[in-house]
């Protein structure tokens, strides 16, 4: 019986140790999923001729945590299909927006003004037949409530056939 009771006596206290070294992962607020900042989808404005694409990119905090000292850089760009894709942003430009923190499970709104704008029937037909692809791509950059600083990057593209925006298959990352 005494043999039967260290052993579970030295069970029970890996438990414990087990337990305090998940305690020490958490984050300071004790949850183990801190902020995760990305983008949820994309939307686009009706077609205008003579205005400026413009698209709306809703970003979200899937995290349990809010991400604090949030600073992002949006930007479109209509670049013929067949050219190289657009690179991301290596760093936030210095006119990058500062944003009130984001909650944990809130989604905050973000225009996106393309650069490109539709000056004929010509430049329409481009953009409607795919000729033209049009991109969104950003930058977020974070910090929680440890401050560890996090960076979300973000390349999507307007994929025609489905009317939508899609996640491009690089350039989408968060850590």
């Known amino acids: 019986m005494g043999k039967t009771m260290k052993r579970h ?11 305090l070294v998940a305690g020490c992962s958490q984050s300071p607020s004790g949850s183990t999923n801190g902020p995760k900042v990305t983008v949820k989808d994309i939307a686009i404005a009706p077609f205008a001729r003579g205005s400026s694409l413009a698209s709306t990119t809703h970003v979200v ?17 209509g ?22 923190d984001i909650a944990p499970q809130a989604m905050t709104e973000l225009p ?43 390349r999507w ?3 025609y056939e489905t009317n939508a925006y899609k996640a491009a298959d690089k350039g989408n990352d968060v850590n």
């Not at 006596?9 to 337990?19: F, N, P």
Request: no cysteine; net charge negative; aromatic share 8%.
């Open 61 to 77: 905090n899937s995290g349990n945590e809010a991400a604090m000292n949030v600073k992002i850089a949006v930007t479109g760009t």
């Open 9 to 19: 006596s030295w069970k029970i206290l890996a438990g414990v140790i087990a337990l």
């Open 79 to 100: 670049i013929i299909k067949g050219d190289a894709e657009p690179a991301g942003m290596d760093a936030l430009p210095a006119d990058a927006a500062s944003l009130p």
């Open 157 to 159: 593209y307007y994929d």
């Open 112 to 154: 996106a003004v393309n650069q490109r704008a539709i000056e004929d029937e010509g430049d329409m037909r481009n953009f409607i037949s795919g000729q033209w692809v049009l991109w969104v791509i950003g930058r977020v950059e974070y910090d929680d409530a440890a401050k560890k600083h996090h960076v979300s990057n973000f």
